[in-house]
Structures are given as C-alpha cells and as structure tokens.
C-alpha cells in the first residue's frame, strides 16, 4: 500500500506582488476575481512516515507557501505555519514540497504571485489494518 496523502488546497490567507515599483501589498483572496493557486500533482506529494503509519497516528501540518506568477513555490520561502506535533510529519511536509506543482493564482484572469496556506493532513485510511 502506498503510504501517501493526497494535498488538499485550501486557501486562507494570500498576498500578491505589484510591479517592481511596488511592495508586496495584502490581498484578500475573497474578492471577486481571485482565483487560488492550483496544486497540479497527479500523485500525493508527501509521503506518510511509515512509523507513524504503522502505529496509526494521524496529524495536521499547515504550511506557508509562496508561488511566484508562473505558480512555481518560491525557494526557501516555505514556512510551517502550524506544526502537527509530530517532527516526522512536519519534516515529510516539507520534503513533500520539492515535488508540489501549481498552477498560479489568478486575478482577474492575470496570473499573480501569492501568498497561502496549505494543509498537509496524514489520515490512515479506514478500514488499514495498522501495528498501532
């Protein structure tokens, strides 16, 4: 069995960037017109500690990404947000975002760098005969 987790994009909180003349201003992803960034990976990017796994410990972790306008995560810009408590399923959330692939956010139609928050959630799935 694949010890995986599927990433699910919800977006809480987004900043966008002005031109070169301008500084990252606040932007409330609510308005009309906005559109979240994207997650595009066919496969589950984060892989589930076997350990933890296997004694069916499940968590949370929020991570804090920054996409330029081409959606790509900009390098060293992630940030956890809100661990899970768990140093294993923090480090596998951040290892998974080398492999993360978006589609940029959207404003108006224009692509834009953003700002978000993305929930990395480690769930056995029911019915998983764990050792836990």
Do not use: W
Request: with cysteine; net charge negative.
């Amino acid at each position: 069995m694949k010890r995986t987790i599927l990433c699910v994009l919800v977006c809480c909180a987004a900043c966008t960037r002005g031109d070169d003349t301008t500084a990252d201003q606040p932007f409330d992803s609510t308005h009309r017109g906005f559109d979240s960034p994207v997650t595009l990976n066919a496969e589950p990017p984060v892989l589930y500690p076997p350990n933890l796994f296997d004694q069916g410990i499940e968590g949370t972790v929020v991570l804090q990404l920054f996409t330029n306008e081409s959606g790509e995560i900009v390098a060293d810009s992630t940030r956890i947000a809100e661990g899970s408590g768990f140093a294993e399923f923090d480090a596998a959330a951040l290892a998974g975002v080398e492999v993360m692939r978006f589609a940029p956010a959207r404003r108006d139609g224009t692509p834009v760098a953003t700002s978000f928050l993305q929930p990395i959630h480690f769930r056995v799935p029911e019915g998983t005969s764990t050792g836990g």
